[in-house]
């Protein structure tokens, strides 16, 4: 004979069964986690810090729904009841299963994406969204529910908002083509085809967010950025060659001007953290201008923004050396010709005539 409800020893056992999924749940979480977590930090391998990371909050909801389940069975329930409350413990574990398993997979994605600089939120929200479409199914399933009819209304309102949604779903589109050419990527430096420069942050659903050398944010939309020409200054390397211009006047030493040169920019690569060490420089003469032998030195940063650094260091060296060896930095000269000759300073200017 079963239990009045009424009776408190009734409730006793499953309330204690209850609360102590939820005391062991907080208690795994707050002594065993830490240690997997140090674990993990000491590990090489990158992804089980994402795992310890995932389990984090579901751990708890797992410990609760044991203890829930447990209580029920304390309690003096038909079968019926029993099994239908355990139906539905299931389909919260499944629910919490596969909140892990999206956290994991969301995660991973971003660090194998992105390389651990930022974040891909496109491809990370696509992954989730995925997995739990898979779980929801399989709950379905096992509630009996024919998944067939659900598909093929979702296939006929999908047709609908994809109507409706043309733009959004062009830069949705766009952004996975960006993601799957693999020629940009998170932490990046771009410049577009307008001018505008600065670092891949994220690549979401609708555009891409990129912060300018002044650390403003650039919203582009991903179909505009996948059409647009854009110039990316770290594949396939970030070292960055540029050039920088000289003069030296027409009676100087070439030769001597050359060696200056080199040894100015090699002592500023070696000198200058941003610069590429291992680069060898060169120096070329160009052309004969107006007041000038003209040429340029080439050099080497590590990446496209540490140029002005170089830049800014050289031509501080270079100019110094050209004024301690005394070699001439020309300037422009304008020759002024006046083809009708000045009155004499003794002779006063004749007196205008009257009408």
């Known amino acids: 004979m079963q239990q009045p409800f009424t009776d408190l020893s009734t409730w006793a056992m499953p309330a204690a069964a209850a609360f102590g999924g939820l005391v062991v749940g907080l208690l795994v979480r707050r002594t065993l986690l830490p240690v997997l977590a140090r674990a ?71 660090i194998t994406t992105a390389g651990g600089f930022r974040t891909v939120s496109l491809m990370a929200n696509v992954v989730k969204a995925f997995v739990f479409a898979i779980g929801i199914l399989i709950i379905l399933q096992m509630l009996g529910i024919s998944i067939a009819p659900i598909i093929t209304a979702l296939g006929i309102g999908g047709l609908a908002v994809g109507l409706a949604l043309q733009d959004t779903l062009a830069n ?9 050419a693999g020629t940009i990527h998170v932490g990046d430096f771009v410049r577009l085809e307008n001018g505008q420069e600065g670092y891949v942050r994220d690549i979401a659903w609708a555009q891409t967010t990129i912060f300018d050398p002044n650390g403003h944010i650039v919203l582009v939309p991903n179909a505009k950025l996948s059409s647009a020409i854009t110039t990316n200054f770290a594949r396939p390397s970030p070292s960055q060659t540029f050039s920088v211009a000289f003069g030296v ?50 050099l080497r940063a590590r990446s496209q923004p540490d140029r002005w650094a170089v830049i800014s260091d050289f031509i501080k060296r270079l100019h110094a050396r050209f004024q301690s060896e005394g070699i001439e930095v020309p300037f422009p000269v304008r020759t002024i010709e006046l083809r009708t000759p000045l009155p004499s300073p003794g002779l006063a200017a004749p007196p205008d005539r009257m009408p």
């Open 249 to 298: 006047a027409y009676g100087s030493d070439l030769a001597r001007v050359e060696r200056v040169v080199l040894e100015v920019a090699a002592e500023t690569l070696q000198a200058v953290d941003e610069a590429d060490k291992d680069f060898t420089p060169t120096v070329r003469f160009r052309d004969f201008g107006e007041s000038a032998v003209n040429g340029f030195a080439v």
């Open 40 to 110: 993990a930090a000491k590990s090489t391998f990158k992804y089980d810090d994402i795992l310890v990371d995932a389990l984090r909050g579901p751990l708890v909801v797992w410990f609760v729904l044991i203890g829930l389940r447990l209580a029920v069975k304390l309690l003096p329930l038909s079968a019926a009841t029993d099994r239908q409350i355990g139906l539905v413990v299931l389909v919260l574990g499944i629910l919490a299963v596969t909140w892990v398993v999206a956290r994991f997979a969301g995660s991973a994605l971003r």
């Open 172 to 180: 949705f589109f766009a952004g996975i083509r960006i993601l799957a």
